[in-house]
């Protein structure tokens, strides 16, 4: 006997259900066979096909999410301080640099609370050190700049004399006669021996602790001749501490009191002596009177601790600056300024406003007693910044 057996799927169910219907004139035992392996299939499929799924999303949630990494860490602050690196938040207090635009907090950068509401209820414009630091040409600063340079060196090694040692050209114009030497009676021969001399002239202002100083100016230079005064040494101190005896021969001279002296220093190249000249108009200078004075030194123990600060004043000139504004920080030495048009007092006390803002108020400011210093608007300054004028 012979069966008729078909197998269909069923279009009435859900689209993830693989239903099976079997029809057959007479049921068998490959019939009921065939039945479960099919049964067996549509519920693998449909496993398989959740697996898919569930991968798809989780890929998709991996792609839009912001860190995908196994462990991405601690995220970056997205306006760090530009001293301390920390976040800068609607809850901390900070300032932005107008120039460079970074968040610096007032507590890094020294500001108090009364500069702080200044800066928030005012027009003023603030600046952070490195965009408000002048551009100095002395080496007071790191001022060193990494730049890519397109032009490579010349390549020498080619050629057979170097560049010290060129040869001879190999055609000329004119050239010279057969009886005449390249130097004529010597007289146009140079000297290696003839070297020009070098001098160094240097006010001290002391030379105790300044020893490394002295070194590398020394070495970068390298004088023949060293002039010195202001060494500030007395009898007891040599000056063969700050200076290296291997390498000149000096000769000082001191004052009683500790301040003042005078210092020459000449290289060993050279043979060099002391001679004692006795002059009548300088010894007539020495012996005159002179009036008793006692010295003080300028008290500065830290910087902007005390400012001094004068005026210049230039060479007549329509429509320029015509006075310049000095101001030297007494514990660095450190010394700057500004120009201004007219010897008035608004003009000078915004100048001094501008480099308080820079540095930070000092405690005390020290200057003459000018109409330009002694007036309202440089005593309101002052004020403001609890500074006192001496």
């Not at 299939?41 to 196994?70: F, G, R």
């Not at 301080?81 to 300032?95: L, P």
């Not at 004529?184 to 001399?197: E, H, I, S, V």
């Amino acid at each position: 006997m012979a069966n008729n057996t078909h197998v269909q799927l069923n279009s009435d169910a859900p689209d993830r259900s693989w239903p099976v219907t079997l029809s057959s004139q007479e049921p068998s035992k490959s019939n009921i066979s065939s039945l479960n392996m099919l049964n067996i299939q549509a519920k693998k499929s449909l496993i398989k096909y959740d697996k898919l799924v569930l991968m798809y999303l989780c890929s998709l949630l991996l792609t839009n999410s912001y860190a995908p990494e196994p462990n991405p860490g601690p995220r970056t602050p997205k306006y760090p301080c530009g001293t301390c690196t920390c976040a800068v938040t609607w809850k901390t207090e900070a300032v932005c640099c107008d120039s460079c635009g970074q968040w610096y907090h007032i507590n890094c950068q020294q500001i108090n609370r009364s500069m702080y509401e200044i800066l928030g209820n005012s027009n003023i414009s603030w600046e952070c050190v490195n965009c408000g630091m002048p551009n100095f040409s002395t080496t007071f600063f790191n001022t060193t700049i990494e730049t890519s340079n397109s032009y490579s060196e010349l390549d020498i090694s080619n050629e057979p004399n170097g560049v010290d040692n060129i040869g001879p050209p190999n055609f000329t114009s004119s050239p010279l006669p057969k009886n005449q030497g390249k130097y004529r009676n010597n007289k146009n021969k140079p000297n290696p021996c003839k070297t020009p001399l070098r001098t160094l002239t240097i006010n001290f202002q002391s030379m105790k602790n300044k020893k490394p100083e002295i070194e590398q100016i020394i070495e970068s230079c390298e004088p023949d001749i060293i002039y010195g005064t202001e060494t500030w040494l007395s009898n007891t101190i040599s000056p063969y501490e700050y200076i290296s005896p291997s390498k000149y021969t000096v000769y000082n001279k001191n004052r009683k009191d500790g301040y003042g002296g005078v210092l020459l220093a000449v290289s060993n190249k050279y043979v060099s002596s002391l001679l004692n000249i006795k002059c009548q108009q300088c010894l007539s200078a020495v012996d005159l009177p002179k009036t008793q004075r006692t010295r003080r030194p300028i008290p500065a123990t830290y910087p902007n601790s005390r400012w001094q600060m004068d005026l210049k004043k230039m060479p007549p000139s329509h429509g320029y600056n015509t006075t310049i504004c000095n101001i030297v920080d007494c514990y660095s030495r450190f010394a700057f300024g500004g120009c201004i048009k007219h010897k008035t007092a608004k003009e000078v006390a915004t100048v001094i406003l501008r480099f308080i803002y820079i540095f930070g108020p000092p405690r005390i400011l020290q200057t003459d007693n000018g109409k330009e210093f002694n007036n309202e608007d440089l005593t309101e300054v002052m004020a403001e910044f609890k500074t006192r004028k001496n």
